[in-house]
């Protein structure tokens, strides 16, 4: 699963608020002989936004509860590595990278990571060679929540968003010794929490291209990351619409 989300591809699978200033009233409750009150004693920014600790992610992240015809787990240990370990040959091609492998981009001050595995429709007729074959094809997800302090969330999105535009034509994404080689990185067309993005990711796998889907979007100071393969032929047809449903509707 590491090594599928780091790749997509492997065969191993705060807004800011600012008030505003009226007119007072005076003792003898004339408004019009009160002096206005000036900007600086009615007005203040917004206290920076604080992260939310691990902890308060877990309560905040889908769970098998919120999504019918899915199996969540934590993820393991070995799945999730530091964003130090995952480069890319384009530096600014690394939030993509880092979305596709249960790393929250930019620097958040805590993060949660879920595995979510599409459970396969059942069909008693079916051979085990075409049951391994509908296994094979299921979606599997990897869901990460991140929090930052002050604007930290705005900017990790907007390092996504701008990826999305400067690495369409393909970058290298590296991880220890293993190597692969995206082609193509294409918009997709996504609501969900204040903003977001979406991406089909093409890469090559044993010579052939391979989509996974990855979403990103910001709720507040939360990033929720999405990456979904599938080893049915040529990738992930879809976007995880459920899973990004379940997940916006969870942080509100």
Do not use: W
């Not at 600012?18 to 600086?40: F, L, R, V, W």
């Not at 907007?158 to 535009?165: H, I, L, M, P, T």
């Not at 996974?212 to 709720?219: A, E, G, L, P």
């Not at 999405?226 to 040529?234: L, N, P």
């Amino acid at each position: 699963m590491r090594s599928a989300v780091v790749a997509g591809t492997a065969v191993s699978l705060a807004l800011l608020v600012s008030g505003c200033g009226g007119e007072g009233k005076s003792d003898d409750g004339k408004g019009k002989d009160a002096p206005k009150a000036s900007a600086s004693a009615t007005s203040a920014p917004a206290p920076a936004a604080k992260a939310l600790s691990a902890a308060e992610l877990d309560k905040l992240i889908v769970e098998k509860g919120d999504l019918k015809g899915y199996q969540v787990a934590k993820a393991h240990g070995d799945d999730v590595v530091p964003a130090s370990e995952v480069t890319t040959d384009k530096a600014p091609c690394a939030p993509i990278a880092h979305a596709m492998s249960f790393i929250s981009p930019g620097s958040p001050a805590a993060s949660v990571q879920r595995k979510v595995l599409e459970e396969p429709k059942k069909d008693a007729t079916a051979s085990p060679e075409e049951a391994l074959l509908v296994g094979l094809g299921v979606r599997v997800t990897a869901v990460t929540l991140g929090s930052y302090d002050g604007q930290g969330a705005q900017d990790a999105f907007a390092s996504v968003k701008k990826a999305g535009g400067e690495c369409a034509g393909g970058f290298t994404v590296i991880h220890g010794a293993e190597r692969t080689k995206v082609t193509k990185v294409a918009p997709e067309s996504v609501t969900a929490g204040e903003e977001a993005v979406a991406f089909t990711v093409t890469s090559e796998l044993e010579g052939r291209p391979f989509a996974s889907k990855v979403v990103v979007f910001r709720q507040g100071n939360t990033l929720a990351s999405f990456s979904t393969i599938s080893f049915a032929s040529g990738g992930v047809k879809a976007l995880p619409k459920d899973v990004v449903d379940a997940q916006a509707a969870k942080l509100g």
